[in-house]
């Protein structure tokens, strides 16, 4: 289902599957030029721009594969080229690049808990796609992927650090920029809301997959 959704997509287009890498790359692109070059933005700790580039990308892998369907084919090309940016910008690719397996796995079953749960809930309520989108944005607004961490209000932070994306995204700068194992409080915590929303979801959806036929 995933290799027709992706082949239906870019059918009878001139650079066919060749938009699957050009897609994220260039979403990647637009996002560097207007918060790196265009506002500026740089990090205490690496203040140079290719600091912010590589922070910027750890963040988005996570994002673009939780934020789009088929996410995940878009993942491995996204990594593909943030593996390519951090060669070239730090000479190595860090071991701790190991445990990214434990961080795609709740990634994926958070995605689908949600997928299922929304897919469902979409056929009774037709204005979700409408606010599907707008949810998003505010989603990636609230997770520090294109500003620091330190930038956030203290007293917001035990709020906005429950936000599953947030302790994704930092994950993956921890075994991609911190040369470090991801931060087991956060991690498994993470691994049970995950398995719970899968869960719950699946048997949302098909709890109420019985009645689409009438509803539709």
Request: glycine residues 8%.
């Amino acid at each position: 289902m995933v290799a027709r959704d992706i082949l239906g997509r870019y059918r009878g287009s001139f650079g066919g599957m060749f938009w699957t890498v050009l897609n994220p790359l260039l979403l990647m692109v637009t996002y560097f030029f207007v918060f790196g070059i265009v506002l500026r933005t740089r990090f205490t700790h690496d203040p140079s721009r290719s600091g912010f580039v590589l922070y910027f990308l750890a963040g988005m892998v996570p994002w673009l594969a939780f934020s789009e369907a088929a996410g995940l084919v878009t993942e491995v090309f996204a990594l593909g080229i943030f593996a390519i940016g951090l060669l070239a910008a730090r000479g190595a690719v860090p071991l701790s690049v190991l445990w990214l397996p434990v961080l795609v796995i709740p990634q994926l079953l958070l995605t689908l808990g949600l997928c299922w749960f929304l897919a469902a809930l979409g056929v009774y309520v037709r204005d979700l796609g409408q606010v599907n989108g707008f949810l998003l944005t505010l989603w990636f607004f609230l997770t520090p992927i294109c500003y620091p961490v330190e930038s956030l209000p203290a007293a917001a932070m035990p709020v906005l650090s429950k936000n599953p994306l947030f302790v994704l995204v930092t994950a993956y700068r921890a075994i991609f920029l911190e040369r470090q194992p991801p931060a087991f409080h956060s991690m498994w915590k993470l691994w049970v809301v995950s398995a719970l929303l899968c869960l719950v979801g699946h048997a949302w959806f098909y709890k109420l997959k019985k009645n689409f036929a009438d509803v539709i």
